[in-house]
């Protein structure tokens, strides 16, 4: 976070003179035929990381890389430079008197995005640096668009999204999850190819949206001149392939869900449904947990995990919990003692929950919303909740043992849902009577009730074995996955994202003292105090708006965050990236002094430079005559 003054700093350029700029260069090139964009490959022969992992072997050998120059420094005799390839980075060294001259000129004129091949040799700096001492560098193709520069970096989210090559090329730590992903996949691929599983695929475009509660994207087939549903689920095919008999059957594939978008939903994400005839939801329980907690160990080399600011144990032998036991124990309501629709609901709404207007006043529908508002944020560690009502279970199997309830389970690790199972209802008839309840609360309003399919139907009635299934979405488990890899990793930490995760799950406020330049500020209920000599932190933070790094007081600035509830703290935090924080002056006061020390009543993290220190109480910020430089930090304040 350190900013250091450059007297030899040069006035920055805006983006388009940069493009312009970069345009030249590259016209310049062409003139001289040295086009970079007619070369069609490079050989090169190790990554970044292979040259790290076996760096005494290498060391002082021939070595070919290539990748994206991500900075530059010295550029006088001498030259460092940042590579970035598929694995990593690597840092390059290069001597005008160890290249052909004409060679380190153009190199030179390399900008900050280019892409390069290098030949050189692996060897170590005298700092001990594993680095490549460059022969020659050859220029690949010219990137005629700046990289967002560090301190800003690349803020925006929809531009992130929209632009996620931007996103992974200055972003390294997002490349964890994609690779996650990938070894999570073929992990599983393996894990029920070899239980004789058999991998399918099924429509994407259906002229009924079924097998989940969702609201589908429409779309319109010219061709037949008809309205046709992208697939919210993939179960009603998958169970197709069931009746025609093909025991075992799993689909990795989109969903389309035309819904609401936060931390936990996206229109468009990749779930894997399986089903297994003449199996029950206690074998796919078996199966989720064998493939989680057998990923986790293969990917991870672990079973813990941390998530969220949790601890999250995966090892097999999870918790088992029906949903009537998990609501007595966490919210005090026995509805195994309940018999009464009126009783059930009025007892929910005695706990301050009440039902959805489109929902019928039932013991099941009471007994759910009791679970989805008072328990479900209250799961950490896995847990399968069992045993769901009928009434939000339409495709499940009744519990033998008590007709109210069905044979389902969902996974439940740190508050989230990360799977969904089932005894599938393989009876037609009861199956169109839960399809014709939910047309009637469709027909009250909720549209993302089950629309009722004919053509399944009349696949049951051929008749449809005992069958388990299961689906869990694969984004939300790599993201687990990543989180902890993240920790023990060298790349770039969001600090945006700690701290709304840390709003949300973790910290917790505490009283503190401020004091700038002698005079004493107290506040009670601090959740963030930083201090700063610029505007910018990790992530794309503005804490302190108008504080300049080069301002003539050499004076820094503290931004406290206070005196608010967890949920406004949360609501108001997303404004800090804006700089809009400071307008809600009930919570947000912005001090600035030449001296700032801020004293918590209870022990907080620091951030210095990057650095975490744990159960700080006191830190100092000293500028101008009191300090040969700035010395900046941030502390979240956190139990």
């Excluded at 964890?176 to 894990?191: E, W």
């Excluded at 969702?214 to 001149?225: E, S, V």
């Excluded at 930490?493 to 949300?504: T, W």
């Amino acid at each position: 976070m350190a900013e250091q003054k450059n007297p030899q700093a040069q006035p920055e350029l805006s983006l388009s003179e940069q493009t312009r700029i970069r345009r030249e260069k590259l016209t310049n090139l062409q003139a001289e035929g040295q086009n970079p964009f007619v070369i069609t490959r490079f050989d090169w022969d190790a990554t970044s990381q292979q040259i790290k992992d076996n760096f005494d072997a290498m060391e002082g050998k021939p070595v070919k890389v290539a990748g994206r120059l991500m900075s530059k420094r010295g550029m006088g005799k001498v030259s460092f430079c940042d590579l970035q390839d598929r694995d990593g980075r690597i840092q390059l060294y290069a001597r005008q008197d160890e290249m052909d001259e004409e060679v380190y000129k153009k190199f030179k004129k390399f900008d900050i995005g280019d892409i390069v091949g290098v030949e050189g040799e692996a060897f170590r700096t005298q700092r001990g640096e594993m680095s490549v001492r460059a022969h020659n560098i050859t220029l690949l193709s010219k990137s005629l668009l700046p990289l967002p520069e560090k301190f800003h970096g690349l803020q925006d989210k929809e531009l992130r999204f929209r632009q996620r090559y931007v996103d992974l090329m200055v972003n390294p730590e997002v490349k964890k999850n994609f690779v996650i992903r990938s070894q999570f996949i073929k992990f599983m691929r393996n894990y029920l190819d070899n239980m004789g599983y058999m991998e399918v695929e099924t429509p994407v475009l259906n002229t009924i949206a079924g097998g989940a509660a969702a609201r589908p994207f429409i779309t319109h087939h010219n061709t037949l001149d008809i309205d046709m549903y992208m697939r919210i689920a993939t179960e009603l095919p998958l169970k197709r392939l069931i009746v025609g008999g093909m025991d075992r059957v799993y689909e990795i594939g989109r969903i389309f869900r035309n819904e609401g978008m936060d931390p936990k939903h996206n229109p468009e994400f990749t779930t894997v449904e399986m089903y297994q005839a003449y199996a029950d939801f206690h074998t796919m329980m078996d199966i989720a947990e064998g493939i989680l907690a057998g990923a986790a160990k293969e990917i991870n080399g672990s079973y813990q995990v941390e998530w969220m600011g949790e601890q999250i144990d995966l090892t097999p032998g999870w918790r088992r919990l029906t949903m009537v036991d998990a609501v007595k124990e966490y919210v005090g309501v026995d509805f195994g003692a309940i018999t009464d629709d009126a009783e059930a609901v009025a007892a929910a709404k005695a706990v301050g929950v009440e039902l959805a207007d489109a929902a019928e006043k039932t013991w099941g529908n009471a007994l759910y919303a009791c679970f989805d508002q008072k328990v479900e944020e209250k799961l950490i560690q896995p847990t399968f909740i069992t045993m769901y009502p009928v009434e939000v279970s339409p495709l499940t199997k009744r519990s033998p043992a008590d007709p109210r309830l069905t044979e389902r389970f969902e996974l439940f690790i740190c508050h989230s849902e990360l799977a969904n199972a089932y005894s599938e209802l393989n009876d037609p008839i009861d199956q169109r009577q839960r399809f014709e309840k939910q047309v009637e609360q469709r027909e009250r309003g909720d549209d993302e009730t089950e629309m009722l399919d004919e053509d399944f139907l009349t696949a049951l009635e051929y008749g449809m074995p005992p069958t388990g299934g299961i689906g869990y979405g694969i984004d939300g488990y790599c993201c687990e996955v990543g989180d902890k890899l993240r920790e023990t990793s060298d790349k770039p930490i969001n600090y945006a994202g700690i701290a709304i995760k840390g709003l949300l799950f973790h910290y917790h406020p505490t009283s503190a003292t401020v004091i700038v330049d002698g005079v004493e500020h107290k506040y009670k209920k601090v959740w963030l105090a930083p201090t700063m000599n610029g505007r910018y932190y990790g992530g794309g933070m503005i804490p302190t708006p108008k504080q300049d790094r080069l301002n003539k007081e050499h004076t820094v600035s503290v931004m406290v965050y206070y005196g608010s509830g967890k949920i406004k703290s949360l609501a108001v935090f997303p404004s800090i990236f804006k700089g809009e924080h400071v307008n809600h002056k009930e919570m947000v006061e912005v001090l600035s002094g030449k001296e700032i020390t801020v004293r918590f009543d209870s022990p907080a993290a620091l951030q210095v430079d990057g650095e975490t220190i744990i159960g700080v109480t006191e830190y100092s910020v000293r500028t101008g005559k009191a300090a040969e430089k700035l010395n900046p930090a941030e502390a979240f304040v956190c139990a």
